[in-house]
């Protein structure tokens, strides 16, 4: 079947044929824990699908990426569709779905169980199409995205998988619409301060921990900023102290710094390394900075075929693109100068809390428009 030529509602429509099947895998993968570095769980339930499917080359890495294979009819080029499969949540917490019949809720769920769910139902979504298609195709279930993970997943399979990749394509759960083709200059970090345990607290006048992260705040506040490279400093989360009237032994800010400019974003961070250094000398208090993850600038252009390619689709399916940078596999991608664009499957609510919901509905499009540009990236051949 020529996917290309089916009218957007066709194919809308073939989609929902498989809403039971998409459905059960999104209740497994979701009630499968998958922690950033715990991912194996879920890496095991994918290859399972993988195998009933009938991909070949299915295999886990060392750190944990599921990989599965269907060969094209010709294999002049590889197209990969990536998704991570880590959350943000502990093991400990309760991960059973509640299926009502228009959402799905549970932790996770949209980012990035109903990605990752997409990922393992598309090999049988395809042959539910009757369609092959000319490039081989490249399926990833990426782990260590989030957080400390650093990007590590697909960082390890770009390294050192003998796959050259043509273009790829990145789920996401949120929001439907979503067309992200650009990667920013970004780098989360941590300050933690604490004070000495021969500190005498009892003196009258003395300086407790949130007092020195305050000052190391205000300075960073002071850093010059250009508008052009756009240019920011986030600060995600302070915490400190335990009650009214105790001076606070220890502190931490996490926080983030992004930028247009991989050479700004590096300048900013210099800056707060000297702050940290110059404070931690005059205090005598342990004041430790830690990198957590780093992101370079980059991406294709608007008018690239890719992004022209993903821009028709989603006008057929009339899904109002949300354009913007991404900080996920894409700026790994990016970085390894491999055309992709990131596609958002449907409408999340309460994303990244103990009410996180998806729609239903919605997950039709946004499937279609996979699907869609799958079969465009057939039609005009290679786009890098």
Known sequence: MNLSTIPPETLRQHVRECRDLLLANLVMTAETAA??????????????????????????????????????????????????????????????????????????????SLGAAVLVTLPMLLRHLKFQPSYNLLLLGVSRSLGRGNLGGIRFLLENSPLKIDEAICLEGCPLGRLNYTSVAMMRGEISIQMPDEYDFSRFGVYGAIYRLNDIINRILEIPRPSRPQTSIVFGSIEGGNTFHQLAREAKLRFEVRSESDEVAGGILHHIRGIIDEVRARSGVRIDLEEIAWRQHGGISFDHPLVQLSRDVMRGLDIPPQIGPSMSELAALIAAKIPAVTLGLTHVHNVNTL??????????????????????????????
């Open 355 to 384: 009410e996180e919901t998806v729609e239903i509905e919605p997950m039709f499009d946004g499937i279609a428009q996979v699907l869609g540009v799958l079969a465009g990236l057939d039609s005009k051949g290679d786009l890098s």
């Open 35 to 112: 922690p950033t570095f715990g991912e194996a769980n879920r890496v095991r339930f994918l290859l399972d699908r993988f195998r009933e499917s009938g991909l070949d080359n299915i295999s886990s890495d060392e750190v944990n990426n599921a990989v599965g294979f269907l060969p094209g009819t010709t294999g002049e080029k590889t197209v990969a569709v990536v998704a991570h499969l880590d959350t943000v949540f502990d093991p400990k917490e309760n991960h059973a779905l509640s299926l009502g019949p228009d959402r799905v809720k549970g932790i996770g769920i949209g980012d990035n």
